[in-house]
Nanobody
Framework: QVQLVESGGGLVQPGGSLRLSCTASGRIFSINTMGWYRQAPGKQREFVATINSGGTTNYADSVKGRFTISRDNAKNTVYLQMNSLKPEDTAVYYC???????????????WGQGTQVTVSS
């Protein structure tokens, strides 16, 4: 099995910064895509950012220019640097990993436990 452990959430003032991290452990051969999603109270979970094994990144329009996703393959860890935070960024942030696909086996996709990010003055 695979476990994802997140850290780095907290309370920050508008305009401030936070850095989230997520480390995967367990039965992992190779990770394809790692990403971050968030869910605010009463809203659907939404895409924030992803990074694939080659380093290609994708961002939601709402966070472009403010957030940066990165990964350390040796540590099986993905990061999300969040700058210029806004109240609308307040949500529970979830880490996601998708393992390299193997023919004849089910897709392996995992979620972290979530970490609360609150942006308020």
């Amino acid at each position: 099995q695979v476990q994802l452990v997140e850290s780095g959430g907290g309370l920050v003032q508008p305009g401030g910064s936070l850095r989230l991290s997520c480390t995967a452990s367990g039965r992992i051969f190779s990770i394809n895509t790692m990403g971050w999603y968030r869910q605010a109270p009463g809203k659907q979970r939404e895409f924030v950012a992803t990074i694939n094994s080659g380093g290609t990144t994708n961002y939601a329009d709402s966070v472009k220019g403010r957030f940066t996703i990165s990964r350390d393959n040796a540590k099986n860890t993905v990061y999300l640097q969040m700058n210029s935070l806004k109240p609308e960024d307040t949500a529970v942030y979830y880490c996601n990993v998708d393992l390299v696909r193997i023919r004849g086996f089910p897709r392996q996709n995992y979620w972290g436990q979530g970490t609360q990010v609150t942006v308020s003055s």
